[in-house]
């Protein structure tokens, strides 16, 4: 079902633009385990993490994306007045997803009903955050965002609040990744890098791009 097609309601931000590279973005959308550091006051904290060893890598020659699934959590009164046909329990099959070398699905979820023992039932509802990344120069971007979803369509405070901690977190990401640009900057080209497991996915989707850049003749192999 896409963006246009009935059933979705669609948020639109205002454009942003950040001192630092595009790359540097779109790792960071891959990069889960920066949201502990990053955004504790709006996002999420350690209870949140999510382990590099539970997610899974799903890449075609369309699309790369890395998913996780939420364990089962009792419903309450909050899920109860998102989720039209809620029963007793919900699961969440959460995703970040690049569809081709600028957009990137930061993080989508897939809501579920489900059993206390971790089956998942019929989809409650779906829901997209999007993050359009174009380049202006060699080290600084356009960022666009928007959410979509295709549950409580016509809950104005649900769209309000969701749009008010995007924001948050957009100037929370500029702030990090303007300062990473700025040492980037310092250091000159950078070759040795440490990563770690929490990393797969940002440096699995930096192989993708490269790839993609270097079949299309847009940059030259190293
Ligand atoms: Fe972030």
């Known amino acids: 079902m896409g963006l246009e097609g009935p059933g979705w309601r ?11 590279r595009a790359q540097l973005l779109i790792e960071n959308l891959f990069d889960q385990s920066h ?3 990053v955004h504790p006051s709006t996002l999420g904290n350690a209870a949140a993490r999510p382990d590099p ?3 899974e890598m799903v890449e075609t020659e369309t699309r790369f994306s890395v998913w996780r699934t939420v364990p089962p959590m009792a419903a309450d009164d909050s899920s109860r007045a998102v989720f039209d046909g ?4 919900l699961m969440a099959r959460i995703r970040v997803e ?4 600028s957009l990137v699905n930061s993080v989508g979820s ?3 009903n489900a059993t206390a023992d971790g089956q998942m039932l019929d989809l409650l509802g779906e829901m997209n955050f999007l993050h359009g990344v174009t380049p202006e120069t060699a080290t600084s971007t356009h960022y666009f965002t928007a959410a979509a979803r295709n549950f409580a369509r016509d809950a104005d405070g649900i769209s309000a609040a969701l749009m008010a901690r995007n924001d948050g977190v957009v100037d929370q990401d500029i702030a990090v990744l303007e300062a990473v640009e700025r040492h980037l900057d310092a250091l000159g080209d950078v070759r040795a890098e440490v990563t770690f497991a929490s990393d797969a996915g940002a440096m699995q989707v930096r192989r993708r791009m490269e790839r993609i850049l270097t079949q299309d003749g847009l940059v030259r192999a190293a």
Not at 10 to 20: E, G, I, K, S, Y
Not at 98 to 101: D, F, N, R
């Open 110 to 112: 897939q809501t579920f």
């Open 53 to 55: 060893i539970a997610t």
């Open 10 to 20: 669609v948020d639109v931000a205002p454009p942003r633009r950040l001192a630092a």
């Open 98 to 101: 690049l569809l081709g070398v």
């Open 86 to 89: 809620l029963g007793d329990y």
């Open 35 to 37: 949201i502990e550091f």
